[in-house]
């Protein structure tokens, strides 16, 4: 079975533009959650979904929005990129939300110029 | 409000030795899990362990355990027979049960394994 997918694995920006992150689930699972880490750091909550339906939203401006489809995929939108946003964007998805573990994908790896 | 601590920030294990990381945790919810993850240079985010905390036994899996302390409030990563694969940073993280929790993680542990 695949694992948690995300795309693309690079991008380069520059400042001002945005920018649109995309994560596939592992099969059946129904929630996904996006994480920022930036480099030396551990991640950072930015969202949850779960049944396409915000969850939960972490200390980030407005800038950044998500969404999830009926298929349980999501996207991540970031707009007005600032060079603070260059960072390691992750996705992970769980069977439900709550004290479950978390699978993660291998991340989008985002430069801002 | 959650916290999570990892208090070593770089550790050098010789190859086949065994290996505690470090963890304790803050929280005030009764029903909450704890989770270790392995991220390689590569990036990606590896999930190795689950504890919850009403679990009455330490998780086990493979080569790793959790030395689960509740009242310490202390969850500690134990790599047995350690292996050149094993070296890259380690994350303790932990999650409430509440609609609006979120994981939060630790600084992590960047572990060196000598051949």
């Known amino acids: 079975d695949a694992g948690v997918t995300q795309s693309p694995t690079h991008l380069i920006k520059t400042r001002g533009q945005q920018v649109t992150l995309r994560c596939s689930p592992i099969?059946?699972?129904?929630?996904v959650s996006w994480y920022q880490q930036v480099l030396g750091q551990g991640p950072q909550f930015i969202f949850q979904?779960?049944?396409?339906?915000?969850?939960g939203r972490g200390n980030f401006p407005d800038r950044f929005s998500a969404r999830q489809f009926p298929n349980y995929s999501s996207e991540l939108n970031v707009n007005a990129l600032l060079l603070g946003d260059s960072a390691l964007y992750l996705c992970?998805?769980?069977?439900?939300?709550?004290?479950?573990?978390?699978?993660f994908g291998d991340g989008t790896r985002l430069s801002i110029l | 409000a959650q916290k999570i601590t990892q208090t070593q920030p770089g550790m050098f294990v010789q190859e086949k030795e065994a290996v505690t990381l470090d963890c304790t945790y803050d929280t005030s919810d009764p029903s909450y899990g704890l989770f270790w993850y392995k991220q390689p240079s590569s990036g990606e985010m590896i999930f190795l362990i689950y504890q919850g905390s009403y679990d009455q036994q330490n998780a086990t899996e493979g080569r790793y355990s959790l030395n689960f302390q509740k009242a310490r409030k202390s969850a500690n990563l134990v790599i047995s027979a350690s292996q050149l694969g094993d070296s890259a940073m380690y994350f303790c993280a932990m999650r409430g049960k509440n609609r609006d929790d979120k994981i939060i993680f630790g600084k992590g542990t960047r572990l060196h394994i000598l051949p």
């Open positions: 992970a998805s769980g069977l439900e939300w709550g004290v479950q573990p978390q699978h």
């Open positions: 099969s059946g699972h129904k929630s």
């Open positions: 979904y779960y049944e396409k339906e915000e969850r």
